[in-house]
């Protein structure tokens, strides 16, 4: 077993909405997160969430990242709103006559270019 303390977390605030405390989430991994109450909570449930993600991951005979590779993007990622930012986009796309997830991904490539420029 690899020493999970060599993998980096980040680290972010829960709003009260999400439910308040602190959420940890490891790049290298794909969707290996864990929350707490406090940072110190949170940062424990993280490195037992990875050590069962790499348990997992090995007895399946998967390859494991290795510390700091920030693992293979899939391209997919999950981003909570508004919900009038999410209408107002939905209006959007249909007006477009585009997916939600086409017109996001539009603006996001808009952004970019705007900021490299």
Avoid: W
Avoid at 44 to 57: H, N, R
Avoid at 86 to 98: C, I, S, T
Wanted: proline fraction near 5%; charged fraction near 25%; include cysteine.
């Amino acid at each position: 077993m690899k020493n999970v303390k060599k993998y980096p977390f980040e680290l972010r605030h829960l709003t009260k909405e999400e439910g308040g405390g602190y959420l940890v989430s490891f790049p290298d991994f794909n969707e290996c997160i864990a929350d707490g109450e406090t940072v110190e909570e949170a940062i424990s449930e993280g490195y037992q969430a990875l050590v069962a993600v790499i348990a997992t991951l090995e007895e399946h005979a998967l390859p494991v990242p290795e510390p700091g590779s920030f693992g293979a993007f899939s391209g997919k990622f999950v981003q909570r709103l508004p919900k009038s930012v999410h209408a107002r986009l939905q209006a959007r796309a249909r007006q477009e006559g585009v997916s939600l997830n086409a017109l996001a991904t539009a603006y996001i490539v808009e952004g970019l270019s705007r900021k490299a420029a």
